[in-house]
């Protein structure tokens, strides 16, 4: 029988979201990005992701802008490019689990203002964590792409994706993307998986990984032969290290068979000519640390996502602790299986990452037990796949442990929408407003300030050059 034609591969530029969120801290501000739009949207990327994940938390905190704001200046400069965000199920954008008004609104809006695809994963992999944006983004005519959390562990079998991608398609999403935060997949592995994944289910599949651990571009041309349908890739300046294979590379790769995505070199050129300065600058401020850059293949002994890393450096160097960090690297894997041996992503890596820093520094293992540790032990984050050690819920919750929940958490949850609406109604200049003050109460309030001040300044200005006065 003749093989099956295979499609050119579709690529999905990750540079205006997990590239500088992995290198530079999401610190590339809405003006950087701009000016090389009307480029990028020649290029034929599958989707852009450029919104989502750290890119609204840091926006507001650090850059004082508006994500929204940015959200609809890179929608009216993408005219032919999807744009496409990442969506941490019922935390949304936060760190705790919201009420579904809250996670529908989100999502409402964000479609509302630009996005077409949101990808949506959970920590613990929990699909009662997802249904709700799933719903609510087919019912906003978005594109709902459902990521699977990648891990090992005995009880991560190929059989265990499989019957999660069936239950993904039966969910309604789109697409399905294994998302490999820690650069844990390696290539045959990868064949592996697409493979199955291919048998198992209709929807496409795309591989999001990160360089991390050295291995990923040759994990996606063996997902692409496998039949793998999206690669997501980062423009060369701010590709490698802790961040995706570089766009140009992965097209070459590519030239000349049926996969190749058909980019223009030149044109990629001219965009990886653009971002080069920022690079340079990040690395001269330091901004971008030359660790993250390298290949770390303790990453696949660990499991540790280069985020996760550099969060356990700083609290280590905050209490003069340095010296720990072989140890907590080797608390870490054992932390992970007393809470039921979650994929380590947002939030679940920084949740077990404190908890080894501090059962290292006590010196006794659970001596202090966070509150994000307490909650992953009392159900709040969601069924893991494994349960949970005895010895350590006796310890840590002693007989608050008769207060451990088996429904999903947000089923708890009362409708939350108004009553943040009210909180904050003194800043509200737009609907968007209540959402970003519902993820980050005190970060949004204090850019609400700011935002005001500035209007202010404008609006004195103004009033000054009417009165003939020029302001130099």
């Not at 294994?178 to 994944?197: F, H, N, R």
């Not at 009362?414 to 509200?428: D, G, R, T, V």
């Amino acid at each position: 029988m003749a093989e099956k034609k295979r499609k050119p591969v579709k690529i999905t530029e990750t540079i205006l979201r997990d590239a500088h969120q992995s290198l530079i801290a999401t610190r590339m501000t809405t003006e950087q990005m701009l000016p090389i739009i009307d480029k990028m949207d020649k290029v034929g990327y599958n989707a852009v992701e450029c919104w989502g994940g750290a890119t609204f938390d840091a926006s507001l905190r650090f850059l004082k802008e508006d994500p929204w704001d940015r959200l609809r200046k890179l929608k009216a400069g993408f005219k032919n490019t999807k744009l496409q965000m990442l969506f941490r199920g019922q935390n949304i954008l936060g760190y705790r689990p919201y009420a579904d008004d809250v996670v529908e609104y989100f999502v409402q809006k964000s479609i509302a203002n630009g996005i077409d695809i949101i990808r949506i994963f959970d920590c613990l992999n929990d699909l009662r964590n997802l249904q709700t944006a799933v719903t609510a983004t087919n019912k906003e005519k978005g594109h709902a792409q459902v990521a699977l959390s990648y891990t090992l562990g005995d009880a991560y079998t190929l059989q265990y994706w499989t019957d999660m991608a069936k239950k993904i398609e039966e969910m309604g999403a789109n697409s399905i993307c294994i998302k490999d935060m820690a650069g844990l997949l390696t290539p045959y592995k990868a064949e592996e998986l697409v493979k199955s994944l291919k048998k198992a289910t209709k929807l496409p599949i795309e591989l999001h990984t990160h360089y991390t651990s050295g291995v990923a571009s040759m994990t996606y041309l063996k997902a692409v032969e496998a039949g793998c349908d999206i690669i997501d890739t980062a423009m060369s300046p701010f590709a490698l290290g802790t961040s995706q294979p570089a766009t140009e590379v992965m097209a070459e790769a590519f030239r000349g068979t049926e996969m190749d995505p058909g980019f223009d070199q030149m044109l990629l050129k001219e965009i990886a000519d653009y971002f080069r300065p920022m690079r340079e600058e990040a690395l001269k401020s330091g901004l971008m640390n030359p660790k993250v850059l390298g290949v770390d293949i303790q990453t696949l002994l660990y499991q540790v996502p280069g985020g996760m890393l550099s969060n356990m450096v700083s609290q280590l160097k905050e209490q003069n602790a340095e010296d720990k960090y072989m140890d907590v690297l080797e608390e870490i894997p054992r932390v992970r299986k007393d809470l039921g041996e979650p994929p380590l992503v947002t939030p679940s890596s920084q949740i077990v990452g404190t908890q080894a820093v501090f059962n290292v520094l006590m010196g006794e293992r659970y001596k202090v037990a966070t509150k994000e540790t307490k909650d992953v032990l009392l159900g709040k984050y969601g069924q893991t796949v494994k349960p949970f050690d005895k010895k350590v819920i006796d310890k840590v919750l002693g007989d608050e442990k008769k207060n451990a929940i088996t429904c999903r958490y947000a089923d708890l949850l009362e409708p939350e929408l108004h009553k943040i609406e009210a909180e904050m109604k003194q800043w509200k200049q737009q609907d968007e407003d209540v959402l970003s003050y519902a993820l980050f109460p005190q970060v949004a309030t204090e850019f609400f300030k700011y935002r005001e001040a500035q209007q202010t300044k404008v609006d004195a200005s103004v009033a000054d050059t009417k009165n003939g006065a020029y302001p130099v």
